[in-house]
């Protein structure tokens, strides 16, 4: 589900740099520095790289357009979520919406919710605000930041009436497992920014990282599984089948939707 490579390409010195140099990581297989303590080399552990991708004509003039309007810098202190979106609604964190496909189709269907939604690919940014013209929607704000860090220090605890987490990158290799974005230590700070009722939604088309979700949501003492049977959710259908997972759909490759709220 992850953004792919477009043909139809802009230079990319048409765009300024989104994504600030904080956000950059390393290379999987790059060497890393000698770090002296743990905690510094525990924040250098991101649950993305930063793609080379080209922005296309469409997406450059979106960005140009409409990024004033539409993306919300990152600051390391507490959004004031009324003021950002205009109006006291709930509020939904979507965590890498790639090319922002799900993400428009869901703001569309849900125009009294707010939808801050974090990513650090460039075209998949252009992409999302080229639709939010293109759609009229008035109610997405785009953090081209780490999600983590926006998480940590920009929303306050019982701030979120949900979040999405689509296809997060499954990081196969063993070596890498460590970069995966559901990991308990997130998920109990999620878990924190919900209001009461409020839910977590995940999708995935990869099993053993199904399997790794469902076990960190369970074992998550602020979270009860809204599945009926304790496993994994009927796809809520909010969420669309976009063209990739249709795909996949076809290949018969499975899909598994966890929803889990916040008990109290
Ligand atoms: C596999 S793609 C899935 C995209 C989209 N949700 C979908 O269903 O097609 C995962 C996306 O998450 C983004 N991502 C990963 N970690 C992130 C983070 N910490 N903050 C913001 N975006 C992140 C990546 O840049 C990538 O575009």
């Known amino acids: 589900m992850c953004p792919r490579p477009d043909s139809n390409a802009a230079p990319a010195s048409a765009v300024q740099p989104l994504v600030a140099a904080s956000a950059h990581a390393l290379p999987p297989d790059a060497p890393s520095a000698p770090a002296p303590d743990p905690d510094l080399r525990q924040r250098r552990i991101r649950s993305y790289v930063l793609r080379a991708g080209r922005t296309t004509q469409g ?24 003021q950002t979106f205009g109006r006291a609604a709930p509020v939904v964190l979507e965590i890498g919406f790639g090319m922002g496909e799900a993400t428009a189709h869901i703001a569309a269907l849900m125009p009294a919710t707010h939808f801050l939604c974090c990513e650090v690919h460039e075209p998949g940014i252009g992409a999302l605000l080229k639709r939010i013209g293109e759609q009229g929607l008035s109610n997405i704000r785009i953090c081209a930041h780490d999600a983590v860090e926006v998480l940590d220090h920009m929303l306050a605890p019982a701030s979120l009436a949900g979040v999405h987490i689509f296809f997060p990158d499954p990081w196969h290799k063993t070596r890498h497992h460590k970069r995966r974005l559901i990991q308990p230590p997130l998920v109990a700070r999620l878990a924190q920014r919900l209001v009461p009722g409020g839910y977590i939604h995940c999708a995935t088309d990869w099993q053993p990282y199904a399997e790794q979700m469902l076990e960190v949501l369970r074992a998550e003492p602020l979270l009860r599984n809204r599945a009926p049977d304790g496993g994994y959710a009927p796809r809520p259908p909010y969420r669309p089948l976009t063209k990739f997972e249709n795909r996949g759909v076809r290949l018969g490759h499975g899909v598994w939707d966890l929803v889990f709220e916040r008990g109290e």
């Open 59 to 82: 997406q450059a003039r979106a960005l140009r357009e409409l990024g004033a309007r539409f993306l919300l810098p990152y600051r390391a202190e507490p959004l004031d979520l009324v």
